[in-house]
């Protein structure tokens, strides 16, 4: 269980620098990358972000993210990665978007921490909880 707190904390970490990010780019403003698919900047550089946060923790890891990061891993841990959920919001200026992380057992769900902007928080906040240790709004 140590090593899913440690993974819980790392998760929790990087969701709220990834969503600092957003917040910044929301600030400055954005470009639209693709109108098909509704891609913007921001979708990628927050998934850059993540996925080498991820790898240069833990490069044995595998590791999936909605805008095209792909590494098969070696071993039994798995992140999944939606590093901008809600991204026709953030276009319309509305804070109604989030960074979403997960890792994986084998498999199997045990870590997650989502980022979400907060109307009384002007960092956001992040919600997160592991197998076994409960859930946490932080």
């Known amino acids: 269980m140590d090593e899913l ?7 929790e970490g990087l969701a709220r620098e ?3 990010l957003l917040l910044e780019m929301a600030d400055r403003g954005y ?13 990628t550089a927050s998934e850059r972000l993540i996925a080498a946060r991820i790898r240069a923790a833990w490069p044995d890891h595998g590791l999936l993210g ?6 098969p891993g070696g071993g039994r841990w798995t992140w999944v990665v939606d590093p901008l959920d809600g991204t ?30 907060w109307p009384r928080a002007s ?10 240790g409960g859930a946490w709004d932080q």
């Open 5 to 11: 707190r440690e993974y819980q904390g790392f998760a």
């Open 18 to 20: 990834a969503g600092g």
């Open 31 to 43: 470009r639209l990358k693709a109108r098909r698919n509704l891609v913007t900047e921001a979708d």
């Open 66 to 71: 909605e805008e095209g990061t792909r590494h």
């Open 88 to 117: 026709t919001n953030f276009l319309n200026g509305l804070p109604l978007f989030a960074v979403s992380i997960a890792l994986l057992e084998e498999g199997v769900p045990v870590v997650g921490a989502v980022f979400v902007p």
């Open 123 to 132: 960092r956001g906040r992040v919600l997160h909880a592991r197998k076994g």
